[in-house]
């Protein structure tokens, strides 16, 4: 089992940065794919980016160019750089891990507060 920790979040003015962590309680090298996720108030969960072990990237096309995802694996953290935000990132973040294997596995953080004012 793995414990995944965000942390991070705040409330800041649209055009700010921000960046967010994601602590995990063991090692992230077994793990294929780290990502974020959002959700916001009267919304479904939705992806955010993702990075793989090999350090592949894909964002969804609402923070393209402006979210950068990367991990250390030997801090065992996954971190999310915003910048350029807007209030329409208004969401609670969460981290997200998937191990591939039989059975595939699933981890999720508690999630982290963003509040984007205009």
């Known amino acids: 089992q793995v414990q995944l920790v965000e942390s991070g979040g705040g409330l800041l003015q649209a055009g700010e940065s921000l960046r967010l962590s994601c602590a995990a309680s063991?090692?992230?090298?077994?793990?294929?794919?780290m990502g974020w996720y959002r959700q916001a108030p009267g919304k479904e969960r939705e992806l955010v980016a993702t990075?793989?072990?090999?350090?592949?990237?894909s964002y969804a096309d609402s923070v393209k160019g402006r979210f950068t995802c990367s991990r250390d694996n030997a801090r065992n953290t996954v971190y999310l750089q915003m910048s350029a935000l807007k209030p329409e990132d208004t969401a609670v973040y969460y981290c997200?891990?998937?191990?591939?294997?039989?059975?595939?596995?699933?981890?999720w953080g508690q999630g982290t507060q963003v509040t984007v004012s205009s």
């Open positions: 997200n891990g998937l191990r591939y294997g039989t059975p595939t596995r699933t981890y």
């Open positions: 063991r090692s992230i090298f077994s793990i294929n794919v």
């Open positions: 990075i793989t072990i090999g350090g592949s990237t």
